[in-house]
């Protein structure tokens, strides 16, 4: 791996993705477009990495950043759907193919067809659940999506595992394929469970927040290679870690928290730009490679275009012939109905979701040259150039129509808005009463030694402060006349504190420049107000969204 090659590829799918988002363009759509474009440059090297690179370390911190930010809650709610999507769809997606490829390619035998069906079942939601949040897709869809983005890898590999061994004639730790997909379920989650529980414990007993995330930073590796170790399912493992650690994520200190959450904010687009852009750069190699084999290349990617359109059909069937009415538990504790299913419009935008990825990419890079006995891989090179082109395919049809399919379709659900906008209120009611009983607490018992007046005082400007956000939070969600002045002045507030922070800001970097200030003591008093503009940012965005 030349790893020059990789810093340039970096630094270019950064500048490429810097300018996408100034235009409002899809990133990945982008990045696959400018990576394979590169890729013909004359004397351009060919970027390889091995599948267990992509596979131990840039797929792991994608599912365990996802992982951190999906609620349990809307897991269990959603859990019918997503393991019809997760596992349902996979297994009957790498079938269906199989099948279709076996009888079209003559070059695959049925085992080989197999494995590339568990090659392209796996699909990647990264770029559907970012163009729906933009767009304002509903939180069950989007939670749909994501759940199934997260447990699909897992049955993919497994099955790719199961079928690669068949060919191959290698041994698995257990033979019976039901029995090794139980086998590699039950280790990967406890393996999951049991390190996140670990690092939880041990996060706990420490007071420093560079060493806490620098704990979190290496769960999700761990796992995922402790789980490989033992033949269970790694990607099950880092999920599980995820989903305990994002769980207990209130635990943590507050220091903690923000640093983690601009680290897995950083790191996520740094691999999700280097991934697309890789994943466009191998499109002269793949053409090579099948041609170096000695294989029609028109008929090869004819083979491929029409598996392509398979895969692309599968899961709409599956979504509303199968998969009537989506139901999904909803808490019993609201007044919403029982059980409700999504509305056709909504069922269309999650069987369009169909986008393949990096996995696609990794596991039928992951083909054995040869088998057991020593013979060639039966159709390794026509695997590997199928694989290519419905990854990029999906990508390119359906990422870039999925768009356009959402603003037409009218996705919206009003009964969600409302609950959100009920919780809201519900939140921000719960947190004033806390303050107004710990403020009444304070004044009634005021800490020993403490100047009454002064403490009398600072109370007094805590619940000003306290009020006057209140009220301007709780109008930032309403629409009628009487919160119109009041949504302006939270808006006014701030901007008008923005803008000081701002200017105290340049202030302050001009005594540093000037040789007035020492740079520590500049940076001591940056921090102090990094926090306050960060959170003044957030409110801004939040209704530039609302």
Known sequence: MNLTLVLLVVIAATAVTGLAKRQDLQVPLVLVTFGSVASFIPGMPRLELEPDIILGVVLPPLLYSAALDFSLASLRRNIGPILRLGVGLVLVTAFVVGFFANWLVPELTLGAAMVLGAVVSPTDAVSAVSVGRQLGLPKRVLAILTGEGLLNDATALTLFTVGVAAVAGTRVVVEQPVLFFLYEVAGGVVIGFVLATVVRLVRARMSDSPLETVLGLVLPFAAYLAAEE?????????VVAGFVMGHHATNASVPTRIQERSLWATLDLLLETFVFAYMGLQLKF??????????????????????????????????????????????????????????????????????????????????????????????????????????????????????????????????????????????????????????AELSAHPPAGANPEEFARAVARVRLSVRARAQVEEAEGDDDGNSTALHRTGALFDTVRRRVLQAQRRALIAARDEGDLEDEVLRAELEARDIEEAAAEQRVLRRRRG
């Open 286 to 439: 793949v053409i090579d490679d099948v041609a170096d084999e000695g294989l029609p290349v028109h008929h090869i990617f004819a083979y491929a275009i029409a598996v392509l359109v398979v895969v692309i059909a599968v899961r709409p069937l599956w979504v509303f012939v199968n998969w009537s009415g989506l139901r999904m538990r909803l808490d019993p504790r609201t007044e919403t109905t029982a059980h409700r299913g999504l509305n056709w419009r909504q069922k269309l935008v999650v069987s369009w979701a169909g986008m393949r990825g990096v996995v696609t990419l990794a596991a039928a890079g992951g083909v054995p040259v040869l088998t057991a006995a020593g013979d060639p891989f039966p159709g390794r090179g026509v695997i590997q150039a199928i694989a290519f082109v419905v990854a990029v395919g999906t990508l390119v049809i359906q990422g870039a129509t999925i768009p356009f399919l959402i603003e037409r379709l009218d996705v919206a659900d009003p009964a969600e808005a409302e609950r959100d906008r009920e919780q809201t209120l519900l939140a921000r009611r719960i947190s004033a009463a806390a303050a107004d009983r710990t403020l």
């Open 230 to 238: 033992i033949h269970a399912s790694g990607v099950l493992a880092v």
